[in-house]
């Protein structure tokens, strides 16, 4: 099962909004894989044989090694299923899953099927993310801040499933910021946390978490969807060893103003090395600390009801 150095033949399922803007133009240039078919129910790649869903394309391309799910998180695991049990490798789009269970659920039938899974984080492959990693890790950590501020109209144009339940609203760009702050802070869990849901909408619009460490450090997370003009994806660290600033989501690192990191993003590649990494080695990578903060905040979140939401 692609355990040599053959390009991994890959199907793509979802053909939406993030397939055209990096998975299309990654596998193109990515010499470890063949794209080799496409599901969606009416998005297209040109030049491959295309069908309307998962199964088809399983039954039609039998050579195919792998498959990437890109549709979003609530209509995902029966496709995951799918796909593991007729043991092909699953790259899963973030977020993994709708719930903590069914992507544990994916990791036991990837493991019985001797099949790699994939959760994959693009936010933890932004550039300057390592570069934090090493400075906390040297440093002795004061408090930390995640602001998160970016305009859903922007970014989300007409989404509706986003809203819906399952789509996690403000924390469908919030868990990119967990899936950073889980790879750089010490381990932490959520102590309270206020969630503004529009009166009209099934998800958050906006979010304010408190996190602590065993130790006690204070970690704190402001999510807005609102946000016009300049955005902000900046975790924010105070340390021994001067003032850590991770901005542009995760792409710049400045100590003390001073710009310590900063280069071209590469996320997508990065996400596809390390899937084939993991292909070829036989492994699976399925971190779900971030989803797993997402669900604390949703369980232990106070619900506050805001201004309706309208695109
Ligand atoms: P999208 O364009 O709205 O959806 C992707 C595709 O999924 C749709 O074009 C649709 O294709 C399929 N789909 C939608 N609803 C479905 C359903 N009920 N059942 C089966 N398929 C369905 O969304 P996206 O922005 O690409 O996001 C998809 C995933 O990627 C999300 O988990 C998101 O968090 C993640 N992501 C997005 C971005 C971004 O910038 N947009 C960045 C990183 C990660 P068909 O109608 O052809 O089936």
């Excluded at 609102?226 to 340390?239: C, F, K, M, R, Y």
Aim: with cysteine; hydrophobic share 45%; glycine share 6%.
């Amino acid at each position: 099962m692609s355990r040599n150095n053959d390009p991994i033949k890959i199907g793509i399922v979802g053909v939406g909004k993030i397939v055209r803007d990096q998975h299309l133009p990654t596998l193109a240039k990515d010499k470890d894989y063949r794209l080799t078919a496409a599901a969606s129910r009416h998005g297209k790649v040109d030049g491959i044989p295309n069908f309307p869903t998962v199964e088809a394309m399983l039954e039609a391309v039998p050579e195919l090694e792998a498959v990437s799910l890109c549709m979003p998180p609530q209509f995902r695991y029966d496709a995951a299923r799918t796909a593991l049990a007729a043991k092909k490798h699953v790259f899963l789009e973030k977020p993994p899953g709708a719930t903590v269970s069914e992507v544990e659920d994916l990791k036991t039938l990837a493991a019985a099927n001797d099949v790699s899974l994939f959760a994959s984080w693009h936010s933890r492959y932004a550039p300057a993310v390592e570069a934090a990693r090493a400075f906390l890790g040297s440093a002795k950590i004061k408090s930390a801040a995640i602001v998160w501020k970016e305009d859903v109209r922007r970014w989300h144009p007409n989404q509706e499933w986003i809203w819906a339940p399952g789509g996690f609203g403000v924390f469908d760009p919030g868990i990119n910021a967990l899936s950073i702050a889980t790879h750089i802070l010490p381990a932490m869990f959520i102590t309270s946390a206020v969630l503004d849901f529009p009166e009209n909408r099934a998800s958050p619009v906006a979010a304010h978490v408190t996190f602590r460490t065993s130790d006690g450090l204070s970690v704190t997370m402001e999510l807005d969807w609102l946000q016009t003009g300049p955005q902000s994806w900046d975790i924010v660290a105070e340390t021994d060893k001067g003032q850590m600033v991770l901005s542009g989501g995760g792409s710049k690192l400045a100590v003390d103003g001073k710009v310590v990191h900063d280069e071209p993003e590469a996320e997508y590649p990065m996400l596809y090395k390390r899937f084939a990494e993991i292909v070829r080695a036989g492994t699976s990578d399925v971190d779900l600390a971030p989803l797993q903060h997402v669900a604390d905040a949703f369980m232990l979140g106070k619900r506050n009801v805001v201004e309706a939401f309208f695109d």
